[in-house]
């Protein structure tokens, strides 16, 4: 497993960090009503003060470790699925939790209950294929009063009525419950196989500086069924889930400019995900990577000479003018895999704080000659936020 | 014809430009008072409901709870369980700042987080992560200023503010300023301090609480659901209702304003009215002449109207542009009163509405037509050959003075039973204008009649020159008549507002002594002079109670209680046997009172039991934090403490109720000898970290009086310049008086009177006017002040005031009346006596 993998989450949360850390170190200096920072100024100067790092391999334990870590900075808890109803129609949805420690030097002695040590942002998704349509929905709340937070036992994060929690008798099955006005998410995920620790037995190296890295696992074939609601009509779904979690306090370097992160189901039980860093200079960073999760449950890790991505034509967003790829090609070359990535609705830019591009896609290909098909979910970043 | 018909017209004012520039002052005055009051009371109300209705932002409903406020895990409940994500909670409070000049600012309290909805103001660019929202949460006593506000108050991001906080000075670190261009949030930004929630909690001493919870709501059925989720005590209102039921609260105070305001009017009608008759007795030959020689009465009555209309309109005009100068000096007045016993209002600009405008353009116009209906139908009416001779005007004024009189009692009658028997505070005043208008009608009679009176008296001691200035003002009682009615009118409202406010601190101060009776009153500090709402801090009651020197404590928790009107004050305290002297009752039985009162019923306040007329046996709506409780009343006590009406209930039982057992208040007994002034001491020193307001009785008591006295600091500038009002017209109308009889004194000086006797003829004229003018407004001050005292008063306020007569307030008016009338003569006195004889021959 590449040691970079967890950077595609921690590009949402460096632009959501900023805001915060930088506010909370800065605003007095800065003038305010500019609108927000750039990613390198925010990265200059982060919340870490008074964090622990993530340093070497931990002992990971289970549901323990699925509750939060209030030591560390950072953290997320991150669910993205592609789902059918009973005529066959797609849909796809994310949703997402981020806790961002607040800056510890500043806490005062706790007078109110309002009184923060921890800031939470979720984002809700649905994407439906049949009707072309894409909602997102975020929300932010301090951990203060419990309005939002995370548990381990039993499990439960939550931002106000939005929740994925587990019952204490099954810790292995998570239920997602979202409902914002006129659309809703209520379904139950089901793990199959094994938890990955990614990197080094979870401990996911993130450059050659001591404590840049995180803590990171991630159960990338969830069983889900449940209902998803849009407007007045509740639809009953199935599908697969995968979900991403991290931990970490660390400063990331300036060098990249975005990512392209793919996580995909292939209907012959495989899993993969790749990501391309992009830098600056346009290239694509040495750093990229990616895995595969084989059938027999054997993990492939790829390097970025393993893997070729070529964006084909392109989409501009009608809401930001950013160019986004409009679908992708990737090859990788160990497996003699080629897959064409299209999404199911092109729009699927989250119109939030921070603007990125994240939805269903559907995926074409060839393992050695032999057609596969799947699905998965896109994430592709930096592409409407570079000024 | 026509063309030297209006030139004629126009050359009259033209040769007398002084008695135009009265009349003009005069409807200039009055019209500047009234919209003057108008124009203050609009603005006070504007920047408050300006202030409330950007604070309220979006939201369509609000959730408020009892004297505490909403407990803060309702909001999570409210998140969490109901699912209510378009709810944001507040706490409102107020800081003054400690540089000069001082300035209040509104804190505040919000979470940034859910704040898009409701005030996207506060988070510019749609988020709420931007303009330095995260600092509130992470620094401490961080704050957001709007530009505006922080360029007036000097600060930049990085600087911190000194303010006073509930008593206590701290520095707020402004962490960024907003920029308040686009006209919709400039108002949220005015004078607002924005914080975090927390912070805010934390600054107020409202540990757990918040004052409320704005919502959005988008359908009845949502309302719906929402309405069956809130617990006992919270309940749901609208921002519309709650800034509606606030501003309710000064109706009585505005209109009484107003009225004040119409007296003005008044008395420049009487002004008008003065100078167009004048102005048409003064031209009664040429009228006459013109009517010889063929012109018609309708074109002598357009010719009168014209030039009346012409004074009316100048007037009027001017009359507006002083009115909005003269309501940004009013402003400041209506405001600390308002603040001092309302609510807090920010309020340091006025706003100019175009129905204040038209209404005082309209009232301007019309009085002047009104005033000059008279003579001008008079002018026109005369047979050309009568109105030749100046005489027969004044013998025709002498036959028909009886009947005015007549006429005059009879609006009098009308206006006490008007008064009396009327169903609100309009029939009140309408009763008091008629009885002010048939005092004035009076008055030419009575002249006549002290004339008479003081004749053979003014011979024998005055001699010849007295006796001749008694017969003048009789004989030129077309003139002398209205002037003397309309200084005699401006007297009585000076007698009548001095005996009212004289009576009302009487009362008040009397009332103090037999309520205020611990030695030393310990209270939160509070913005409100009168509303001491503010929570003291837990346990202080208990060390006080066992500092040396207490003999007891009596125990207070105030209250703004909302109902379903305007909000009262809801007073919880301790009541034991030794307190019972400390009431005094209006209705119901001591012996029966307070065994009631300690079971299960209220007792409330005369005000509030006179508003919404309720008598003992009757039952109140308490919206208590358990439930709404209908409570029988037992007792109505008097209280000059507030207006808005006061419900008192024994303080264990406020504690079961509103499950709070907070105090605000407490009113320490200590042993006899003990220095109260040394105890005060005693307390701070005790409490040397704690923001605690200690006072002694004597210094609360003066604390009580002194805004008392600046309650009626706008009362007392209205009568002022009502009297000023009297004054120009007075002024106006002796001058005029005297400087037409330049001829006659021609004639005196002519055959022998010398300048110094011409001047005690002039002075001796005008002070008798002024004096008759100061005796009759005895008895109609004293029955105006009866009218203001036991109608006006009752009906608009709900008070019962003890009657305080006060010589001196009589003696000041009697005094008023005739420098008045002295300072009136010494133009035209000195002027004639200056003139030699012949010059004085040859006029007209």
Known sequence: MNPHTHVRRAHIWWLFAVFLSACGVQAAGSTAGQGYLTVAEGMARPATAGYLRAEQPREFSFPADHGPHPD????????????????????????????????????????????????????????????????????????????????????????????????????????????????????????????????????????????????????????????????????????????????????????????????????????????????????????????????????????ASDISWEPKGEWLSPHTQGRYPAEWEARIAPLELTLAIAPLVADQELQVTVRYWEGAVDVRGTRRGVPVRGEGYLEMTGYADVR | MIPILWKSTLRWPLRRPWQALLAIIGVAMGVAVVIAIDIANESARRAFLASTESISGKATDQLIGGPEGIPEAFFVSLRRDAGIRMSAPLIEGYAITTQQPTRTLTILGIDPFSEVAFRPAMSVAGTPLQNGMAALLTQPDSVILGAKTAAALGVVPGRDLLVRVSGIERPMRVVAVLNDDAGSSSALLNDVVLTDIGTAQRWLQRDGFIDRIDVILHSEAERAIL???????????????????????????????????????????????????????????????????GVSQREVAVLMLVEGSAIAIIGTV????????????????????????????????????????????????????????????????????????RSSYEEQMTRIVPYIAALGL?????????????????????????????????????????????????????????????????????????????????????????????????????????????????????????????????????????LPGVVRIRRYRSSMLPTDRTPVLQIALDVTSADYETFLWAEGNPDQIWPAFANDAIIISEPLALKRDLHVGDTFLLQTTTGDRLVPIAGIFYDYG??????????????????????????????????????????????????????????????????????????????????????????A????????????????????????????????????????AGIVAVPVGTAMALALIYVI????????????????????????????????????????????????????
């Open chain 2, 793 to 844: 008063n009752r009906i608009s306020f709900g008070w019962t005031l003890q009657f305080a007569m006060q010589p001196e307030i009589y003696i000041q008016a009697a005094l008023t009346a005739v420098i008045a009338a002295v300072l009136a003569g010494i133009y035209p006195a000195w002027r004639i006596a200056r003139v030699s004889p012949a010059v004085a021959l040859r006029e007209e």
């Open chain 2, 410 to 546: 009879l609006g009098i009658v009308v206006g006490g039973v008007v008064m009396w028997l009327g169903p609100s505070i309009w029939f009140s005043y309408a009763g008091l204008l008629f009885l002010t208008l048939g005092a004035a009608m009076v008055t030419p009679w009575t002249t006549v009649m002290l004339m008479h009176a003081l004749r053979p008296l003014a011979v024998r001691f005055g001699g010849l020159i007295a006796g001749m200035a008694v017969r003048d003002v009789i004989t030129s009682l077309s003139r002398t008549g209205v002037a003397i009615a309309a200084l005699m009118i401006a007297v009585a409202v000076t007698i009548a507002v001095g005996l009212m406010v004289a009576s009302f601190r009487v009362t008040v101060v009397d009332w103090l002594t037999t309520t205020i009776r611990a030695d030393v009153f310990v209270s939160a500090p509070a913005l409100n002079a009168n509303r001491l709402d503010t929570a003291l801090p837990a346990g202080v009651a208990d060390r006080i109670a066992d």
């Open chain 2, 318 to 389: 001017v009359g507006l542009g002083l009115g909005i100068g003269l309501a940004q000096g009013l402003l400041a007045l209506v405001a600390r009163t308002i603040n001092d016993i309302y609510f807090v209002v920010n309020v340091t600009q006025i706003h100019i509405g175009l129905i204040p405008l038209l209404k005082g353009a309209v009232l301007g116009i019309v009085a002047s037509c009104v005033a000059l209906a008279i003579p001008t139908l008079e002018a026109a009416r005369t047979p050309p050959r009568t109105v030749l001779r």
């Open chain 2, 642 to 731: 507030t207006e808005l009406g006061v419900v008192m209930l024994p303080l264990d039982r406020y504690a079961r109720w509103y499950a709070d057992d907070s105090l605000t208040s407490l009113g320490v007994f200590v042993t006899p000898g003990t220095d109260p002034e040394a105890f005060v001491e005693a307390v701070r020193t005790t409490f040397p970290n704690v923001a605690l307001l200690v006072r002694s009785n004597a210094a609360l008591r003066a604390t009580s009086v002194e805004v008392l006295d600046r309650t009626f600091a706008i009362t007392n500038v209205l009568q002022l310049l009502a009297t000023i009002v009297a004054f120009v017209g007075i002024l």
């Open chain 2, 733 to 772: 109308a002796l001058t005029a008086m005297q400087l037409e009889r330049m001829r006659e004194f021609g004639m005196l000086r002519a055959i022998g009177l010398d300048p110094r006797q011409l001047w005690q003829l002039i002075l001796t004229e005008t002070s008798l006017m002024g004096a008759v």
């Open chain 1, 72 to 303: 560390y900075a950072v953290e997320w808890w991150y669910y993205t699925g592609n789902l059918r109803d009973t005529q066959g129609n797609r849909y796809g949805y994310q949703f997402t939790l981020f806790r961002t420690g607040l800056p510890r030097q500043s806490q005062q002695v706790p007078a109110s209950k309002w009184q923060s040590d921890a800031v939470y942002m979720a984002h809700f998704t649905v994407t439906d294929a049949t009707n072309q349509t894409f909602i997102a929905r975020e929300r932010f709340n301090r951990a203060g009063l419990d309005l939002a937070g995370a548990q381990a036992q039993p499990f439960q994060v939550w931002m106000d009525d939005w929740s994925v929690a587990s019952s204490a008798d099954n810790p292995g099955q998570m239920r997602i419950q979202v409902a914002d006005g006129d659309v809703a998410l209520d379904v139950t995920l089901d793990a199959r196989g094994p938890t990955v620790l990614q990197g080094d037995a979870g401990l996911s190296q993130k450059s050659a500086e001591a404590g840049n890295a995180s803590y990171y696992y991630s159960m990338p074939r969830m069983q889900t069924t449940g209902s998803l609601r849009i407007g007045e009509k509740t639809i009953p779904v199935t599908g697969l889930s995968w979900m991403d979690r991290e931990w970490s306090t660390s400063a990331l370097g300036t060098n990249q400019v975005g990512w392209d992160w793919f996580a995909l189901h292939l209907d012959d039980g495989s899993d993969i995900m790749l990501y391309q860093l992009r830098n600056r200079d346009g290239t694509t960073d040495p750093f990229s990577g990616g895995s595969v999760r084989n059938t027999d449950g054997t993990l492939t890790t790829l390097r």
């Open chain 2, 227 to 293: 309405r069956d989720f809130l617990p006992t005590g919270i309940r749901m209102t609208t921002p519309a209702q709650r800034a509606q039921s606030t501003t309710d609260m000064t109706a009585s105070f505005e209109i009484n304003l107003n009225a004040l305001s119409l007296l003005a009017m008044v008395v420049g009608m009487f002004l008008i009215y003065n100078t167009m008759t004048f102005s048409v007795v003064q031209r009664r030959q040429l009228l006459g002449t013109l009517r010889c020689i």
